[in-house]
C-alpha cells in the first residue's frame, strides 16, 4: 500500500499540519491502495503564501521562459507516462490500456495545444496611435480537479495558468489523488519554480471550500459538478474573486435517418468509455423514427458484447465506475429507469461473474421521453437513454430541453442541415459525424455546465487581466 500523506508546497514535499488519513480505494477490488492526508486550514494557508510570495517574479518572467518551461514539462511527462498511466488506472478504474491510450494523452495534448497556442500570443498590443492594451496575469489560482479524466483537467488548469504567469493552489479529487501527485514530480522535475505550482489533497467541504473563499485566491477554476460549482460561486462571491466552471451534462446525440450506418454504435461505445464517467457524455441518443427501432436493437447488442472488468487486465473494454458513491447512484437511477422505460440491456448489479468492486453493466432504456428522471439527471455511469424523434425541429427541441449545455452530437450526412441544427443547439460544443475536438480547442458550455473555457488561446484567455494604458506611443 502506498503511503503520500505529504503536500508540495513552496517547491518541496511536507507534512500535513496535524494527521488527517484518509484511504484511497482500488475500485477494481474496493481495497485500500494508498493513503493520503486530507489538508487543514494551515496547509491550505501555507499553500497558498506560498503561491502569493513566488507570484511577483513569476509573473514578470518572460514568454519565451514560460513557453521553454511548458515544452521542458512535456518532455518529463512523456518520459514518466507509463507511470501516469498505472496511477490512473489504479485510483479511478481506467482499464490501464484505456488509461496509456486516452487519459495519459490527453494530458499531452493539452499541454501541445498550449505550447502551439502560445508561440503566436501576443501579450501587448496597440489599441489605438497613443493607447496599449496588456494581457497580465490574474494572480494566485485555485485548481480544483475531479477524478474522471485526471490529467485532462490538471493539464488543462495547470498549463494555462503557467502560460500566463499565474501561480497556483491544486485541489485535486482526494479519491483519486496519485495521478496529481506524480503530476507534482513531474513540475518539481522540469523546473518550476518554488512556490509556483502548490499541491494540497483534501475534500470539497475542506480545502476546497477553504481556497474558494480565501482572500488572497485571485481566480478559482473548478471542474466537477454543477452542484459544487454552484457552491463554490456563491464561497467566492464575498472577495468577487473570478470563478470558471466546467460542471455537468446530458450531451443529446441526433441520429437523423441519413447518418452513417456506423453511427449508433459509434455514440453507444462513445456513452459507455470511461464507465460512462464523462461529462461530455452522448448520454441522450435521439433517433429519428424511421431508424428508431433499428437503433434500438443495434445499441442493446453493442451493450450487450461490451466487456467489463478489472483495470489491471489488458485489453478493451470497461473498468468499474470509481467508488461505492457513485455505485450506489448509478444503481438508484438503473431503478427509476426500469420503472420509466423499457429496458433493452444491462440493469441492476454487477455484470456476470463480477461479484467485487464497482462494476456497473453497460444499461441501455429505450422509449424514454424527455420528460423522464434518466433523460433529465446526470447519471454518471455506463447508461444510456434512446429518444425517439419525428423531425428536425423536434430533435432541437428535445435536445435542448435540459438544463445543461456542454456537448451534443450530430449524425447526417446533409451538410447544410448539421450546420443549420448546430447554430441552433444550445451547447458550448457540437461534434458531428464522429469528428473529435481539434487541438487547442475551446471546451466548455453554455447554461448549467459552466461559464469558462478550456484548452489553447481560450484557456489562456480565462488566467488573464486586460490593462488598457493611455500615452503609449505607438511601436
Known amino acids: 500500500m502506498l503511503e503520500k500523506r505529504d503536500f508540495y508546497i513552496g517547491g518541496q514535499w511536507v507534512a500535513p499540519a496535524k494527521a488527517n488519513d484518509f484511504e484511497v480505494i482500488d475500485p477494481s477490488t ?52 507509463e507511470d501516469m498511466a498505472k496511477a490512473i488506472s489504479l485510483e479511478m478504474g481506467a482499464p490501464i490500456d484505456m488509461a496509456r491510450q486516452q487519459q495519459v494523452t490527453a494530458g499531452s495534448w493539452h499541454l501541445e495545444g498550449f ?7 501576443e501579450f501587448e498590443s496597440d489599441y489605438t496611435a497613443t493607447e496599449r492594451s496588456i494581457r497580465e496575469p490574474i494572480g494566485v489560482c485555485a485548481l480544483i480537479t475531479p477524478w474522471n479524466w485526471p490529467m485532462n483537467q490538471v493539464v ?28 507534482a514530480e513531474i513540475l518539481d522535475e522540469a523546473g518550476v519554480p518554488a512556490g509556483v505550482f502548490n499541491l494540497v489533497n483534501g475534500d470539497g467541504a475542506g480545502v476546497g471550500s477553504q481556497l474558494s473563499s480565501h482572500p488572497d485566491v485571485d481566480m478559482v477554476s473548478f471542474t466537477g459538478s454543477t452542484r459544487a460549482g454552484i457552491a463554490i460561486s456563491k464561497a467566492a462571491a464575498d472577495s468577487l474573486k473570478r470563478v470558471s466552471l466546467e460542471l455537468g451534462g446530458k450531451g443529446a446525440n441526433i441520429i437523423f435517418e441519413d447518418a452513417d450506418e456506423k453511427a449508433v454504435k459509434r455514440g453507444a461505445l462513445s456513452c459507455f468509455n470511461n464507465s460512462g464517467q464523462s461529462c461530455n457524455a452522448p448520454t441522450r441518443m435521439l433517433v429519428q423514427r ?19 472488468g478489472p483495470a489491471s487486465e489488458e485489453g478493451r473494454h470497461i473498468g468499474p465506475v470509481v467508488s461505492q458513491t457513485q455505485y450506489d447512484k448509478i444503481q438508484a437511477l438503473i431503478e427509476t429507469g426500469m420503472g420509466e422505460a423499457r429496458l433493452v440491456a444491462g440493469g441492476l448489479g454487477r455484470p456476470d461473474g463480477l461479484n467485487r468492486g464497482y462494476y456497473v453493466k453497460p444499461t441501455v432504456f429505450a422509449d424514454v421521453s424527455n420528460d423522464m428522471t434518466i433523460a433529465q439527471e446526470e447519471i454518471f455511469g455506463p447508461v444510456l437513454s434512446i429518444i425517439p424523434f419525428d423531425s428536425e425541429e423536434d430533435a432541437i427541441a428535445i435536445a435542448n430541453d435540459t438544463p445543461y449545455g456542454l456537448t451534443n452530437y450530430i449524425q447526417s450526412q446533409d451538410e447544410d442541415k448539421r450546420r443549420r441544427v448546430a447554430r441552433r443547439l444550445r451547447s458550448g460544443m457540437v461534434q458531428t459525424n464522429g469528428q473529435g475536438l481539434a487541438k487547442g480547442s475551446p471546451f466548455g458550455g453554455y447554461k448549467q455546465s459552466g461559464n469558462g473555457r478550456e484548452g489553447g488561446l481560450y484557456g489562456l484567455e480565462e488566467f488573464l487581466e486586460v490593462k488598457a494604458v493611455t500615452g503609449w506611443a505607438a511601436e
Do not use: H, Q, W
Not at 503564501?49 to 514560460?66: I, L, N
Open 156 to 183: 488543462l488548469k495547470t498549463g494555462a495558468a503557467l502560460a500566463a504567469g499565474c501561480t497556483m493552489v491544486l485541489k485535486p479529487s482526494e479519491i483519486a489523488p496519485l495521478s496529481s501527485m506524480l503530476y
Open 290 to 308: 424511421a431508424r428508431y427501432d433499428a437503433a434500438v436493437e443495434e445499441a442493446a447488442a453493442t451493450a450487450e458484447k461490451m466487456a467489463v
Open 115 to 121: 505550447i502551439e497556442a502560445f508561440r503566436d500570443f
Open 30 to 81: 474496493e481495497e485500500t491502495c494508498a493513503v493520503i492526508s486530507l489538508g487543514d486550514t494551515a496547509d491550505t494557508d501555507a499553500a497558498v503564501a506560498a503561491a502569493r510570495k513566488a507570484f511577483d517574479s513569476f509573473s514578470r518572467t518572460s514568454k519565451e521562459e514560460r513557453l521553454a518551461l511548458l515544452e521542458k514539462i512535456l518532455d518529463v511527462y512523456n518520459a514518466r507516462a
